[in-house]
């Protein structure tokens, strides 16, 4: 395995340091963005409609950001782009686009939250529509696959992608995705995904199991594990990626609400830690 380097940028999902991420209020939205900083990362993500709960606006962001010498490098998230009416569709890029090219973000993260998919040519069709609207703002999509979703596994995420087939297109590998998709892990798969559509990681781990009073969405906003405290193979995944010779965006999102009730400033330092010993 190629080391991932500890100097590689590593940017901390915000949600994950709150116990309730759709509930921001300032105080909590301040003392992550401090946290962040103080732990040593050098980017976060902020959702963008979580700025309203908590009483600011963009501009206010991009203030703080620069205050904390903290860049946005991934806009979170499309879910809109499936949507059969093309204009709605269309409005949500346009917004994703100007909250993106103001906080300085360079990828758009593209999912759906649906269970199932419309048949795969009109799939393939409204990706491309995103991707070509992402393009005209200069940027790129990463697709993000979702177990419990109509893009549940890197297979479907790499076919929409191979027959969208556009410049500025990628994907988004989340560990804990990696392992719980359907069949699980896929390393001949991604060992096949080109270094460059390999742009976004995102690091947490998982139990070997299911836990038996929980669904799937429920563990995911709720009970991943600090990296290298389940049963991910890192060494696997990680390796196949940066032995591609991708250069990807690393980042830590690891939803878990005994973390973050202990707070900010405890989480950050842990994630960070617990991220930067398995990429090496």
Known sequence: MTAASTSEELVMSLGTLCVNPF???????ESSLAATAEAGYTGISVWPFVLGTAGVDTAWLVDR???LGLAHPVAEAAFGWLNSDRDAAAGEVAY????????GSRELVAVTMEPSLPPMDDVVARFRALCQGAAEAGLKVSVEFLPWTGIPDL???????????CDNSGIMVDTWHWFRQPGGPNPDLLRQIPAEKLRVVQLCDAAAELPDDMDIATETM???LLPGEGVVDFAEVLGIITDSGATPIWF???????LAAAGPQTMAPQVLAASRSVMV
Do not use: C, G
């Open 96 to 103: 994703l686009s100007q909250y993106a090219n103001a906080v």
């Open 155 to 165: 297979a479907t995420a790499w076919e929409i992608i191979e027959r969208a087939d």
């Open 23 to 29: 509930e921001l209020n300032f105080d909590q939205l």
């Open 222 to 224: 709720t009970a991943r």
């Open 252 to 258: 830590p999102e690891v939803f878990s609400t005994p």
């Open 65 to 67: 950001l620069q205050e």
